[in-house]
């Protein structure tokens, strides 16, 4: 495990590797990944040399959106297992020096949680004011225009309050209403309970949309949309989400997490992510935010790195980031950065420059390995939003197909089932097995460059400096405590020239002279 400094936190610097139960391991021959499969596996995660595991959501759940509909906050859903499942998962990481953050969504819930069914009973009962109802219009129309994220208007009809209640998402995920001090209070209440389980942190899906403006003002339009999928396309997001209150809320959760040294990393996304993240991550709010600067960026440049990287400066006002290439919802990033048969040194490249990034690290279950992403044809789809969406699809089930951990067994060692979507066809020979029995492989690569990453405080935690950021050339040094590195990328197809009077720490690809080959690297201590 990492050496870290006694005098830095562990999740500074962290490299955070999150896992979709889903696709893990599946225990029980259901062909869905479930708790004791992940516990089974845990020593995968720790050859990383990664800090912490970060679980996606397990809980009760109807499944409308796979378990971002949650119908009871302090229970596993029993695909997944029990909650004696998961304490033993904590045990069993614990056990390996790996801290455990869990998903939390704080914006809506499940309509099967016990508290939508009791808040649309009456407009009188004690939670009748727990979720977001409103009166429709003199012509019966929704009392906004606000649209919903995966296609359509943000309100539903209920005959029974003769309202309509608000949902960013699914209508099965109606909205809390995250101003109430009861739903503030029970949130927090929840946020304690597992904590109280040996929960190290969380990860707190999509909050920015956990409040909305009270007075239900209209969205304005947008002039010339870039992308025309849904009516969400259309609007600019000032009045759904993104309300002023929300750090003050999230201020409560951090004093929360301070009295068990607990850590936090917020999602937030949208044209206002930015300023978000920085307000959300102030002293005394959260400890970390991440944004899609990455998961939907069409290609990898050194402009994109440099921009992303600026609005971080080594600012202790401005918060921690955390990066992330993939996740369970962005595409795989190798299928949207780079073309087929550069794809194995390219891998390579990509690896090595999240290690040497300033922040948070957090890997996706399969990056290590390389994975693609899987084209699913429409009649397998799961993903709700796929299906709606079809042709013009965010693929989310392309990027969460099953791990590969065998290249020979039926189910690839992942189950003895039927999985609950197909292989990648070129999986099998990413799998775990054979990458780990390859000194070459991009799953031992990933090893050493965590291990480059922890063994030097300078790319863990130090400041980041661009020095050089052009067509494809991309230089920064990073520096702690008189330690100075210097790292310099070709995200190019055509080779570049870089500086070399340092001493060479890691090379991948072809550095030599100074001429670096394409989607080469290289660290040197200066």
């Known amino acids: 495990m990492p050496a870290v400094e006694t005098s830095q936190p562990w999740w500074r610097g962290a490299t955070i590797y999150q896992i979709y139960p889903r696709s893990f391991v599946d225990s029980n021959g259901d062909g869905i990944g479930d708790l004791p499969g992940i516990t089974a596996r845990l020593e995968h995660v720790s050859s990383l040399g990664a800090d912490a595991v970060w679980i996606s959501p397990f809980f009760t759940s109807p499944m409308h959106d796979f378990g971002y509909d949650v119908a009871d906050y302090r229970s596993v859903d029993p695909i997944f297992g029990t909650l004696a499942d998961f304490d033993a998962l904590v045990a069993r990481a614990h056990g390996l020096g790996l801290k455990v953050l869990i998903d939390l969504v704080f914006a809506h819930t499940s309509n099967e949680h016990a508290w939508f069914t009791e808040s649309r009973e009456s407009r009188t009962n004690p939670k009748a004011d727990w979720y977001v109802w409103a009166d429709p219009k003199p012509d019966g129309s929704p009392p906004s225009n606000w649209q919903s994220v995966f296609g359509g208007p943000s309100w539903t009809w209920d005959a029974r309050r003769e309202q309509y209640f608000m949902h960013n998402f699914l209508k099965e995920q109606p909205q809390l209403n995250g101003h109430h001090p009861e739903v503030q209070q029970a949130l927090l209440d929840i946020v304690r309970f597992w904590l109280d389980r040996g929960v190290d942190g969380f990860r707190f899906d999509a909050v920015n949309f956990m409040m909305h403006d009270r007075q239900l003002t209209d969205n304005p339009p947008v002039s010339n949309p870039a992308q025309r999928t849904r009516p969400f396309d259309f609007q600019h997001h000032l009045h759904n989400q993104s309300q002023p209150e929300i750090p003050l809320f999230l201020k409560r959760v951090r004093q929360l997490l301070d009295e068990r040294g607990a850590f936090a990393v917020a999602e937030v996304g949208g044209e206002q992510a930015y300023r978000e993240m920085h307000d959300y991550t102030a002293p005394g709010r959260l400890h970390s935010a991440y944004g899609f600067d990455y998961l939907y960026a069409p290609e990898l440049t050194p402009e994109l790195v440099a921009r992303t990287s600026a609005r971080w400066p080594d600012d202790d006002d401005k918060g921690w980031p955390s990066w992330a290439f993939e996740n369970h919802d962005a595409p795989r990033a190798l299928s949207r950065w780079v073309a087929p048969e550069h794809q194995a040194q390219f891998a390579r490249m990509k690896m090595l420059l999240l290690a040497a990034l300033r922040g948070s690290i957090i890997i996706y279950q399969g990056e290590e390995l390389g994975l693609t992403q899987v084209e699913v044809p429409f009649e397998l789809l799961q993903d709700p939003e796929a299906i709606a969406n079809w042709p013009q699809t965010l693929s989310r089930d392309g990027v969460r197909t099953p791990l590969p951990w065998t290249a020979s067994e039926v189910g690839h060692g992942f189950t003895h ?3 609950w979507l197909p292989f990648g066809t070129d999986h099998a020979a990413l799998s775990v097995d054979r990458q780990d029995e390859d000194p070459h492989s991009l799953l031992n690569f990933t090893r050493r460059a965590i291990a480059l990453r922890n063994d030097h405080p300078a790319l863990r935690w130090g400041r980041l400096d661009i020095i050089r950021a052009d067509d494809h050339a991309l230089v920064f040094e990073r520096t702690h405590e008189g330690q100075r590195l210097r790292c310099s990328f070709n995200l190019g197809s055509r080779p570049v020239t ?28 200066l």
């Open 417 to 419: 089932g039927t999985p």
């Open 498 to 525: 870089f500086d070399r009077d340092g001493r060479t720490l890691f090379v991948t690809g072809t550095v030599d002279a100074g001429e670096a080959a394409a989607y080469s690297a290289s660290i040197e201590e």
